[in-house]
């Protein structure tokens, strides 16, 4: 940590003036990148591999112009268009034109994921350990951090921009050109710096990492919020308040516009100038708006293990619980459009005979089931590795050294992590399954989507096992465990469509979970996952109690 800055830092005096705040900017950003080689090359590969190998599948799935007329016609309602983009692509409606309309927007969301943590993990995660006050002793400007921090954000941007051009325009699929490819490689790159410098401003705001993401990732859900609500409505007025909306009106592989992507970077940079002027208003460590004092006198859940716990986790619950529910909801309003959507393309009836008796609409909703259960694994992973930030923040010395032993500090987080999982897969059968029933005139599908959204709790609780073995064993790899749930969505939902192995999707917890409401109920799987769930626990808290404790 150190060793980048202190050694190699220019040798331009520090001033009160601030002619030298950028001082040490070039160290930190090449300690950066060698902190999260990793971590780009998994983030920027899974985005690249992700949509290369959905633009490949179009020409299987929608070889037909037949095909491609169904997908236009069911796109052009607006759930469709809330789900997707704004109608002009649906005018021809091309591979190229079908790739910017169904992935942009999407790919968008996951690209500021990206960013928005680079810059906190970077800025306010650094302040929040201390590591960057030891830092800072150095010769190291004031705004060092924050430049560094949003260099490394634009770089792994641009680099995977630069990638999705070459590889697309390489590909050789009708519709999809070099130019095009292009701009849309760099509509993500737009998107990606704009949330970059979303988050240098809320990472001045709280002295908080999790607020400072949970802020800036609120900014990206508003702002998809925004594009689905203005492409829903026709006019796109509430769009055009959107920096993803921005990206989606290039019309890649149509018109090919670059000019909205000059709002985007107007927007980023007065972000960032923002970001740069709000950091000198607060002492390093502090945020804007100063934690608020508690109470004097604790509640008597607070007092217990398990209240603390949840009172640490409530405010991210509460996001994923809102989210997961209106995500249910949005997949189930088009699900009365299935048969209409997906009942004529070759691979979908191939699939309804090896299910065998499940009508499209059902399998549709197992595909689904899928990607909310991905979803409430991320908040589980999120949950069980808490304890680690509380132990590497040093705030579980001051608890474990009272009479609270480590089996009951860790027990409870991960209790919360396993219920607020299954509460989460509860909401959004909920939302599913009332959007679900009213699009489809059938009630009946109510209890049937949150039954199969209830079965994906067994492998939920693996997930939480998963964690916790790494923590109380390997705690320098336990940011291994998001491997999980990123597998579970490559073989979940694109192993279907790129035909992968079978035995690919034994290796995920989620591949044993019976495909509610397209196949029959099985109870032998969920009882062996629960099974493997607790022996996970147990092994890792066994691990956690012998090893010692990280203190600072």
């Not at 150190?2 to 950003?29: D, E, H, Q």
């Not at 789900?83 to 996951?110: C, E, I, K, N, S």
């Not at 737009?190 to 990472?203: K, L, M, N, P, S």
């Not at 209830?454 to 923590?471: K, S």
Request: charged fraction near 15%; aromatic fraction near 8%; proline fraction near 4%.
């Amino acid at each position: 940590m150190s060793t980048a800055t202190a050694g190699k830092a220019p040798t331009v005096p520090r001033t009160a003036n601030g002619g030298n705040a950028l001082t040490g900017t070039i160290g930190l950003l090449r300690f950066g990148l060698r902190r999260d080689r990793v971590r780009l090359t998994v983030w920027i590969l899974a985005l690249v591999v992700g949509t290369v190998s959905t633009a490949s599948n179009f020409k299987t799935l929608y070889a037909d112009p037949a095909d491609r007329a169904s997908v236009v016609a069911t796109m052009d309602s607006p759930a469709g268009l809330a789900m997707t983009g704004p109608r002009h692509y649906l005018d021809d409606y091309g591979f190229g034109a079908m790739l910017g309309h169904q992935m942009l927007g999407f790919m968008a969301v996951m690209v500021g994921l990206m960013s928005v943590l680079i810059v906190t993990r970077h800025t306010r995660n650094e302040e929040e350990t201390g590591r960057a006050e030891l830092v800072r002793s150095a010769v190291v400007g004031r705004h060092a951090h924050l430049a560094a921090a949003l260099a490394l954000a634009v770089l792994a941007d641009l680099v995977l921009a630069l990638l999705l051009a070459l590889t697309l325009g390489g590909m050789g699929i009708d519709g999809i050109d070099t130019g095009g490819s292009l701009l849309y490689g760099f509509a993500h790159a737009a998107v990606g710096i704009t949330f970059a410098a979303v988050a240098a401003v809320t990472a001045q705001i709280t002295p908080h990492t999790r607020g400072a993401s949970g802020m800036a990732l609120a900014v990206v859900g508003v702002a998809y919020v925004l594009r689905a609500a203005g492409d829903a409505g026709g006019n796109g007025a509430l769009a055009w308040l959107s920096p993803i909306g921005w990206a989606q009106r290039t019309f890649v592989y149509v018109d090919n516009r670059w000019w909205p992507l000059l709002l985007c970077l107007v927007l980023a940079v007065l972000c960032a100038a923002s970001g740069f002027v709000l950091s000198t208003r607060r002492d390093v460590g502090a945020g804007l708006r100063a934690s608020r004092l508690g109470s004097a006198v604790a509640s008597d859940a607070l007092s217990r293990p398990f209240g603390f716990a949840l009172r640490l986790h409530r405010g991210m619950l509460t996001g994923f619980g809102a989210g997961m529910f209106l995500m249910g909801a949005m997949y189930g309003s088009i699900l009365g459009d299935a048969e209409d959507m997906l009942g004529n393309i070759d691979q979908i009836q191939e699939a309804l005979r090896k299910i065998g008796g499940a009508s499209v609409a059902e399998s549709f909703a197992s595909m689904v089931m899928v990607v909310l259960s991905v979803v409430a694994a991320v908040y589980v992973v999120m949950a069980a590795l808490r304890p680690r930030a509380e132990e590497t923040a040093g705030r579980a010395e001051p608890l474990l050294a009272t009479g609270l032993s480590r089996t009951r500090w860790v027990g409870s987080h991960l209790a919360v992590a396993m219920a607020g999982g299954t509460a989460l897969l509860l909401l959004a059968g909920v939302g599913f399954g009332i959007a679900g029933a009213a699009s489809a005139s059938d009630a009946g599908l109510f209890l049937d989507l949150v039954t199969a959204a209830l079965a994906y709790a067994p492998a939920l609780w693996v997930t939480v096992g998963v964690a916790v073995v790494l923590f109380g064993w390997f705690p320098r790899a336990s940011a291994a465990a998001w491997i999980v749930p990123v597998y579970a969505f490559v073989v979940g939902y694109l192993g279907q469509l790129l035909r992968f192995p079978g035995w690919m999707s034994d290796l995920s917890p989620f591949g044993h979970v019976p495909q509610l409401p397209a196949a029959p109920m099985s109870w032998t799987p969920m009882v062996v996952l629960t099974l493997v769930a607790a022996g996970l626990v147990r092994v890792g808290l066994e691990g956690f109690r012998r090893r010692d404790l990280e203190t600072k």
